[in-house]
Each structure stands twice: as structure tokens, then as C-alpha cells.
């Protein structure tokens, strides 16, 4: 079993910032080199990435290209980096084997490509990829095993592509239900963020898993972001500092500890400054502070929207300005040219000096040099049957079922036993594959039915398989849930033993996931009102990117399964726990609100009132875990702090059990939240089997909270650790 303690200390944080450099190496020598020979022009390009759909033939991502336009790119505006795209395996290699054949041979430098992708659940944007659960499902594991997992499938998928670059993970924290990208992050808590996304980096720049290529992650997007006030995407947000360096910046700050080479920025604004030109959180905070001397790439167009829709700049060619000297090396322009001509403009005005464009592509050219694109810049493609391997789609399977969740579970209707049940499968995911793998599946906004992948199962055919002696049927409906026969429906309910409803939304990405209302749809209420008419055991599985209420007909369902969107093996993981062949082990990541106007994350404080659903951490098990016998002790010299734990499988069969362990500070100067985990793990118990627990732990590393300056405090006085329901509290001086 694997440990994880939480933290970043103040301490960690000087010496980053203060590090002396170390000497030039032979890569330094190679970028100074290089550098020294390039002309502006060279340079800038170097700063630009451009889409792929700028120079396709007809200016979408699917990688039919334009002669004209891509030596236009590559040889007249010298672009060094490219990004997106969808299609096969072997066209992806064709393409961008051109591309750099192009940049390799016919340049005057010969600097290769950096190519990205946003393969944020598997190698999402190749045809033969493996589509793996989304974030928010995989952080319900609360296991960095699974996410290691997912990395490794996603790097052997990609890297033989010749896709470098691979702008995830999201670690901003997904403390706000109404955010549309609350589902590409890894839950509220900041503890849980930072693990998981620095086991996602470290296993995805690990070399092992894609050599000869080497890849970078790129931690996004900082800061703030994920946590907007009205909760549209990129609309503005208002964070106190003190609350920014509390719970927005210690998933970053373990990012940037776990060697992530890139880092992309919020596409929003924080508290009156957009994201892209703040001086303050770019320069001041994450290269001054934290010491990141990796690229930092802007998000796709955004130093323009600085002010075509921010407004908080006085024309494009003023924003390109704030934000260069904010810290920005890469502007991911897409479909534009203008960064490269506002750059010359600056140098030759005087606002800009050519030193701080090189200090950027400096930081590019090294990053390119770190992957090893000068030596082995071409893809690959005498590998291609290592994609969805039987290998990855296990791999995706286990995944879902390490993370789906029992909500509910009514007097044990699930597990459903085989002996001849009739059971209906019914609403808008029953039979849809689009619907389990989600958006970013193919299209940003999630391919149509018929690219989805052919080898996997829809919840239907999952159950069919899985119920060989019982009948199961399937209603479809439209995908909003509408019923196209009252009538129908009604008869197929009154003839099952079982109604099993798919509920939650279809796929949806970034502002095109906005909502107002929290609220599931009334056409999908209905399918549940009217099976609640009736005498029939009703499960629901809930397929969504984010907690929609269900607080109004959650009384009519026996069971309740949160999936989020679980991926390629999502339905057999599903049809197996509904089974009882797989024990659930999920918990929330989040906490489930009940109203739609009361939203708080669990680390509330005292005088809030949070009044869910379900909580943070709930999770049932077809099995029974007991917690006793907890203890804190002090050492002799104060210093340190051991908990002891028994946890027991007080249950007839095995199963995981996450442990989650909270401490409260009773008192402090700026006020304390209830709880704030500060340690989990996920242990398997036999019947009758008992876990002890002894953790030991620095209180002055784990009890502590910054000002709005960020320095560390840590007060004296009565603390409490909780562990499912039990408490143990202590006094330190």
C-alpha cells in the first residue's frame, strides 16, 4: 500500500526560487548555440503555435493538408509548434511526418516541431485510441494508481503519433458544480488534485512507457480558473489571495514537484485581471516564487481575447505586449498570424527587447531538446498494434470499475441476481457510446455515434452479456431524455422486475457546457416519476460531467450509480458491479449538492451550513468496513504526530475500502475550515480481515494555512483528527 502525504511547504518553495543555477550543460550549450543564429523572424515563430485546421483543405482538423498553407506556415512565418487534429493512427503519422520532414530538411536551421494534443482521457483525438474515463470519474478512485495507469495507456497510444506535447492534466480544483469543465478535473479537494495529477505527469514523462520518444504534460490552467463566480466558463472569478494559495495552488505547486515541463494558462480572469496578462500570478507567483522556468503556453486564442472579450486590454497588439511580459512563451494562436506581426512591431517600438524573446524561446528550444525531437523528431508506425491492445482495453475497464460509485443502495437491490429477471434499460444512455466516452472523444464536443469505437459495449449490450439468463430489454429515447411514447414506456415499466434509467447529460465542452440550473431535465424527471408509479425496483446510473440534482426523485430509486463519463470499458464495469461480479470501491471526489442555490465544497467553515446530497468521500461497498480504536499520540520531542487506525471488512465478502483521514483546527486567526483531509489510501480487505493503520506526521507541515501573502502559519492549540465518524483530538503547544 502506497502513502501520500500532503504538502508544499514554505520552505520547499524558497529554496525553489532561490536555487543557484547549475552549470551550463551540453543541452544549454545546444540552445545557446542555436539561439545565436536565429534570426527574429526565427524566433518568433518559435513563440507560435498554429491549429492544424489552418492549413487543411478545408479548414477543419481532419488532416487532409494544404500544400500551400503548411509551407506558408513553416517557411514564410517559421511557426515551430502545432496543435490538434483527429483521424487514424497511420494519417496522423503521414501528417505530421510531412510536416516535419518539412521543418527538418528545408529550413535554414532544420529546428523540428513541437506538436500538441489535448489527450485528456486516452489518445481521445486518434481513431484507434483508447477512450478511458474522464478525470472526475478516475478521481473517485481516490487511487494514483489508476490515474498512473491512465497515463501509461495515454503515452504509448500517443507517442509513436509523433504528438510530443500532451497539454493535460487539468489540476485546477473542481470546487464549483456549474463550471462545464468541472468533469476534466480531479474533484474539490487540493490534496486529492495534486496526487493525482502528479502521478498522471510523472508516469507521462516517464520514459519508459514511450521510448525511444520522451513526452511533456502540461499542468493546466493556472490559476483560479476552475472557479468563476456565476460558474460560466472563462467569466470572471474573485478569489481572496489567502483563499487562492490555500486551496487553488497546492495542486500546482506538487505539478511543478513532480518535473511537469509545461504549464498552460487560465483562460479567465482573477479578481479584474485576465489571467494571460497578470504579472502578478504569472511572473510574481509561478516563475518568481514557485521557480518554473518551463514553457508557459497560453490557451487557444486567448491573449486575443484579452481584448475582444475580457476587455481588459486597449487593443491585440497591447495585450500581446501585457502578456509576454507577463510570462507567456508560447501564444497558441490557432488560426491567426497576427501575434507574430504585434511581436515585430513591439521590438521595433521599442516596447519590447529581442533579450525577452529570448529568454522564451530559449525555454522552447530547451524543451525540444529535452524530448528529443532534434535526434528522433519522426513518428512511427511499425508499433500501431500496441492501440486499444487488449492490454489498454482491460486497463480501460478496470479503470471505471475502480471509480464508478454506489450512491444508494435500498434494502440491497443491487447486486441484481441472474435468475431470470426481466429488467428495462432505459433513457438517453442506454444504448449510446457516445454518451459513456463523452466530449474531447474524436470532436471537442464529442464525435457522432457512428466514429465512437466499434469493440465496445453500450450499457444495453454490457447487460445483455452480463444477464445471459434473464430478459433484458431496452426503450430508447431521444437523447434529451423525451419520451416519443408515454404509452410505451409505461407498459414496458409495468412488464419488467427491474428499470434501470440512464440519466445526466450529453457530452459538452468548456462555455458550450454552460447552464444556469443545476436541475436535471424535466423529460428525464419524467421517465423517473412515472417508473416511481409503479411497484418495480428502480435503479439509476448517472452518466455527467457534474453533480445535476436529482434531490426531487432521488426517494423513487432503489439504487443509484454515479458513473460521470467512464469510458470505453465503462458499460461492462457497470454491468459487472449491477451484477455483483465487481464490489464498488468508488467514493465522491465532490459533494453532491441537494438545492441549486446552496453549492459548497466540504472544507466549508463553521457558521456555513452544507447540506448535501451525499457528501464528499460517500461511497457504498456490496460488503461492510468497520473504523475503531483510534489514537493520536505526541512524540517525546513534540515534533511528531502517529495515528493509529483499525479498519475491518466486517462484511461476508472482499472488498476496497478508501480511507479518507480530516483534521479540524479548532480555532485560528483567519478562520478554520470544519475539516481538511490530510491523508487517504485505498486498501482490499478479505471478510473478517483488519488494517492497522500507523501514519506519522509532522503537525507542523499538515497543520498549517498561508496569509494572503503566502507565508505558512501555525498556531498552537486543540486539533481534531476524524476518520469515518470517529475522532481523536489533541492539544499542541
Known sequence: MRFYLIFATIVSLLFLASCSPAPKDETEKKVDDLLSQMTLDEKIGQMTQICFSEITLNGDKNLDMHPELFRQAILENHVGSFLSGTGP??????????????????????????????HIHGANYVDEGTMLPHNITLSCSFDPDVVSRAARVTA?????????????????????????????????????????????????????????????????????????????????????????????????????????????????????????????????????????????????????????????????KDATLRAINAGIDMSMSCNSYLFIDFVKELIAEGKLTESRIDESVKRILRLKFDLGLFDNPYPRNDRLN??????????????????????????????????????????????????????????????????????????????????????????????????????????AVVASDYVIITLGEEPYSEFKGNINDLQ????????????????????????????????????????????????????????????GKANPSGKLSFSYPKH??????????????????WDFGHGLSYTSFEYKNIEVDLSDDGKQLTLNLDISNSGTIAGKETFLLFFRQEKGTITRP????????????????????????????????????????????????????????IDLP
Open 386 to 491: 500496441r492501440m486499444q491492445s487488449d492490454e489498454h482495453l482491460q486497463t480501460a475497464y478496470y479503470l471505471a470499475e475502480q471509480s464508478i460509485v454506489l450512491l444508494k443502495n435500498q434494502e440491497n437491490v443491487l447486486p441484481i441476481r441472474d435468475t431470470g429477471q426481466r429488467i428495462l434499460v432505459t433513457g438517453f444512455a442506454a444504448h449510446s457510446r457516445k454518451m459513456l466516452n463523452g466530449a474531447w472523444t474524436l470532436e471537442w464536443l464529442g464525435a457522432e455515434e457512428e466514429r465512437q469505437p466499434k469493440n465496445m459495449n453500450t450499457l444495453f449490450d454490457a447487460l445483455a452479456t452480463e444477464f445471459p439468463n434473464s430478459d433484458v430489454s431496452l426503450l430508447e429515447i431521444m437523447p434529451d431524455g423525451t419520451l416519443e411514447s408515454e404509452k410505451e414506456y409505461r407498459a
Open 89 to 118: 493512427a497511420q494519417k496522423w503519422i503521414d501528417f505530421i511526418s510531412t510536416l516535419q520532414k518539412m521543418a527538418v530538411e528545408e529550413t535554414r536551421l532544420g529546428i523540428p516541431l513541437l506538436i500538441g494534443i489535448d
Open 156 to 316: 504509448i497510444e500517443t507517442a509513436d503519433l509523433g504528438m510530443s506535447w500532451n497539454f493535460a492534466p487539468v489540476v485546477d480544483l473542481g470546487k464549483n458544480a456549474y463550471w462545464p469543465r468541472l468533469y476534466e478535473t480531479f474533484g474539490e479537494d487540493p490534496l486529492v488534485c495534486g496526487i493525482l495529477g502528479s502521478s498522471f505527469i510523472t508516469t507521462y514523462q516517464d520514459p519508459e512507457h514511450s521510448n525511444p520518444y520522451k513526452l511533456a504534460a502540461c499542468a493546466k490552467h493556472f490559476i483560479g480558473y476552475s472557479d468563476p463566480r456565476t460558474g460560466h466558463d472563462r467569466t470572471p472569478a474573485e478569489i481572496p489571495d489567502q483563499i487562492l494559495y490555500e486551496h487553488h495552488l497546492p495542486a500546482f505547486v506538487m505539478a511543478l514537484e513532480s518535473g511537469v515541463k509545461t504549464v498552460m494558462v487560465n483562460s479567465g480572469e482573477v479578481n479584474g485581471i485576465p489571467g494571460h496578462v497578470s504579472e502578478k500570478l504569472l511572473k510574481g507567483l509561478l516563475r518568481e516564487k514557485l521557480g518554473f522556468d518551463g514553457v508557459i503556453l497560453s490557451d487557444i486564442k486567448d491573449i486575443s481575447k484579452v481584448y475582444n472579450e475580457h476587455h481588459g486590454a486597449f487593443s491585440e
Open 520 to 579: 436535471l431535465t424535466e423529460p428525464q424527471k419524467k421517465l423517473a416519476q412515472i417508473a416511481g408509479e409503479y411497484d418495480k425496483k428502480l435503479v439509476f446510473v448517472l452518466i455527467q460531467g457534474r453533480p445535476r440534482l436529482i434531490t426531487d426523485i432521488e426517494p423513487l430509486a432503489d439504487g443509484i450509480l454515479f458513473a460521470g463519463y467512464p469510458g470505453q470499458g465503462g458499460a461492462d464495469a457497470l454491468a459487472a458491479i449491477i451484477s
Open 596 to 613: 441549486p442555490n446552496h453549492v459548497t465544497p466540504y472544507y466549508h467553515k463553521a457558521f456555513q451550513k452544507n447540506d448535501n446530497l
Open 674 to 729: 470544519v475539516k481538511k483531509l490530510f491523508h487517504f489510501g485505498k486498501i482490499e480487505l478479505q471478510p473478517g480481515e483488519t488494517h492497522h493503520l500507523n501514519h506519522v506526521f509532522t503537525p507542523s507541515e499538515i497543520f498549517v494555512y498561508p496569509d494572503e501573502n503566502n507565508n505558512q502559519i501555525f498556531e498552537p492549540g486543540s486539533f481534531t483528527i476524524m476518520a469515518h465518524g470517529l475522532e481523536a483530538t
